[in-house]
């Protein structure tokens, strides 16, 4: 099983980045950290509306 990095920029083609929802057991793994990060807030905006709007 691959471990992926942590947020951050991804260095490489084979470099993927990784986020968990401190919420629920929602976890993605993207291609960049921008990707990450608007797949982490579309999931915040639709399972957690509140959790999102204080951030």
Same mark, same amino acid.
């Given at each position: 099983? @691959?471990? !992926?990095? +942590? %947020? %951050? =920029?991804? +260095? %490489?083609?084979?470099? +993927? #980045?990784? /986020?968990?929802?401190? $919420?629920?057991?929602? =976890?993605?793994?993207?291609?960049? !950290? @921008?990707? $990450? #990060? /608007?797949? !982490?807030? &579309? =999931?915040?905006?639709?399972? =957690?509306l509140k959790a999102w709007l204080r &951030?």
């Amino acid at each position: 099983m @691959p471990t !992926y990095r +942590r %947020g %951050g =920029h991804v +260095r %490489g083609d084979d470099d +993927r #980045v990784e /986020r968990e929802c401190d $919420l629920c057991d929602w =976890h993605c793994v993207a291609d960049s !950290y @921008p990707a $990450l #990060v /608007r797949e !982490y807030q &579309a =999931h915040l905006r639709s399972d =957690h509306l509140k959790a999102w709007l204080r &951030a």
